[in-house]
């Protein structure tokens, strides 16, 4: 998240208007990035001099609506509702930008799904269609083959692979600045990209299905006993799916999707050397469960 001044469009010498009931706390547990766009509203609206009453008038919300969403409490807001508040308190485009890109980095901190962060972005004067920098630009085609690749390993379908990449970079670019701004804009996307994936992905027994994915191999269509190397494949990509993250999508990328060592660190924005441990660990993992399940189906005769 960037550091950028946050000022509130009202100073101190505001005229100010009859208080009502006095604003309360910030609710405990609100997360960092929450906190970073609701602190700098709250602010602004103390030196407003308006009231929950003047808000109510202005933006057409309740005022328990305004108030939990002063105090974080309820749900998350959608955007247009925050959007609603800091137009009527005068926030300049600018800052409306920035606060913007706030909003959706604390959405996505409270778990929020892609599709429903873009449709609450969506419509507020940016789709995918306008003009892109030349560098998101530039970053959307050298890695879109990948992240469809990927996503494509999980959902099956390709036109669910591809929605979901669209979903990813339309996010991406209201996220753009803050993506350069963290210095490792490839990590940033991959954590937005693996996010959409796996919300869209069933994940029974709680790890990600990807067991359909072990009809689609070389193995299997090259193989001389199908049935074998079916049961075979069906073991291999159960233990893969329980991988823990970081392993699973290493290993997905370099042996499902065929990417070379190189061209998975620089995906998902991490030192070559990350890549080989991470490999390396993970085909250990893998051996002592693949090594497990044999045993569990092939016990030894207890009298030898």
Known sequence: ??????????????????????????????????????EPLRASYLASGLT????????????SKISELLRAAGRYPRWEFTRSLLTALHWPAPSMAYMRALWALAAR??????IWINSCLRGDGLSADDRLPLHFAAFQDLYRDAYTGYA??????RPDARRAVNDVFMLLLFLWDEALAGDNPERFAW???????????????GSPALLEAAFDTLALRTADDPVAQIEESMRLFDALRRL????????????LRGMDETAVAAVLGVPL????????????????????????GHPRDRND
């Open 244 to 255: 823990p993250a970081g392993q699973l999508d290493v290993m997905v990328l370099l042996h």
């Open 109 to 114: 901190e409270a778990n929020k799904r892609t």
């Open 152 to 157: 494509h390993t999980f959902l099956r379908r």
């Open 273 to 296: 050397a990350a890549v080989r441990s991470t490999a390396r660990h993970a085909r250990r993992h893998l051996d002592g469960r693949l090594r497990s399940a044999f045993q569990e």
């Open 191 to 205: 954590q937005i990209l693996r996010q959409t994936v796996m919300e869209r992905t069933p994940h029974p027994d």
């Open 52 to 63: 929950i009453g003047h808000l109510e008038r202005e933006t057409g919300w309740s005022r």
């Open 1 to 38: 998240m960037t550091g950028k001044p946050m000022s509130t469009p009202f100073s101190e010498g505001s005229p100010r208007g009859k208080r009502g009931r006095k604003l309360g706390p910030v609710t405990d547990g609100t997360g960092p990035a929450h906190r970073a766009w609701l």
